[in-house]
């Protein structure tokens, strides 16, 4: 079955940086668009980047733009995200997600995601 594993979340002071990883398993990785996407508690989920099945195309929500990067690597089944220049308003849960085609939808959509990893900025 399909499979997202997020990796890499933690504590980190504002101006901080963290890389985020996602293992996926279960289904033709290479296929598909992947996104990541956060959530606070008490709040709906917010699409923060998606990237093109092959890889091209990366695409951001406004706030994060300039600040993460979005990247794969489709030999090894696994999505990144880089985040530099944190800010507390970035704590969040942040997924891992499978979109339902090979390129990023203009309007969010997956089918599945992962359990998620808890980033804090705080000093």
């Known amino acids: 079955q399909v499979q997202l594993v997020e990796s890499g979340g933690g504590l980190v002071q504002p101006g901080g940086s963290l890389r985020l990883s996602c293992l996926a398993s279960?289904?033709?990785?290479?296929?598909?668009?992947m996104s990541w996407a956060r959530q606070v508690p008490g709040k709906g989920l917010e699409w923060v980047s998606g990237i093109h099945s092959d890889g091209t195309g990366p695409r951001y929500a406004n706030s994060v733009q300039g600040r993460f990067t979005i990247s794969r690597d489709n030999d090894k089944n696994t999505l990144y995200l880089e985040m530099t220049s944190l800010k507390p308003d970035d704590t969040a849960l942040y997924y891992c997600?499978?979109?339902?085609?090979?390129?990023?939808?203009?309007?969010?959509?997956?089918?599945?995601w992962g359990q998620g990893t808890q980033v804090t900025v705080s000093s």
């Open positions: 279960g289904f033709d990785f290479k296929g598909y668009a």
């Open positions: 997600a499978k979109n339902l085609g090979m390129v990023v939808p203009s309007t969010p959509k997956y089918d599945y």
